[in-house]
């Protein structure tokens, strides 16, 4: 049964990973290869992360995408992956799907909106800051981080997921703020 806590799951999805697939193909090969803002990651292994745990998390739901995307060019797999996501979210049982996640009870649109959602944007910032397609957060954006920010607590900070938080400037702008939170410099 879908869920109606989650109306939209598809749109969500989609406006969610706008900014990103439309950026990413503007990077050049010297660009993709390059440090991205994690640590140890080139860019391409920031949109090859968001590929894979994406699919992980809907195989782990019996939910399948089709086959991988081809990795050697980033952006199309990215966009192949975004388009077999929005394909698998036009059935609203997939959305819908319950189950019981880390904080109780959820769904598989809600998981998708909120943690992977969450994920989108700190990654596609990652995958893009420094190469001149630097992303700008939305209000709306920015609404949705502080609140992933805020629900997370201290797990956010756990082993894998951000770094501990860094100082701001007192007169640095929202974006740079939030950036900081999540032990990155914006």
Not at 16 to 33: D, F
Not at 52 to 61: L, V
Not at 76 to 93: C, E, F, G, I, K
Not at 106 to 125: K, Q
């Amino acid at each position: 049964m879908p869920d109606a806590m989650v109306p939209g799951a598809k749109t969500k999805f989609l406006e969610t990973s706008a900014p990103l697939t439309e950026s990413v193909g503007e990077l050049t090969a010297e660009q993709w290869a390059a440090e991205s803002a994690c640590s140890g990651w080139s860019r391409a292994d920031v949109v090859l992360h968001l590929i894979d745990t994406q699919r992980e998390f809907f195989a782990g739901h019996g939910m399948r995408l089709g086959p991988p995307p081809e990795t050697g060019d980033p952006a199309a797999a990215w966009r192949t992956h975004r388009q077999d996501v929005a394909d698998l979210l036009s059935d609203p049982d997939v959305a819908g799907h319950r189950f019981e996640g880390w904080s109780g009870e959820t769904t598989v649109g809600r998981t998708l909106n909120d943690f992977y959602g969450f994920d989108m944007l700190v990654h596609g910032w990652d995958a893009l800051a420094g190469t001149g397609a630097d992303r700008v957060f939305s209000d709306a954006e920015m609404d949705d981080l502080e609140t992933a920010i805020a629900g997370f607590g201290d797990q956010l900070y756990a082993e894998g997921i951000c770094r501990g938080p860094l100082a701001a400037r007192e007169d640095a702008d929202r974006q740079t703020r939030i950036l900081a939170r999540l032990g990155r410099r914006g």
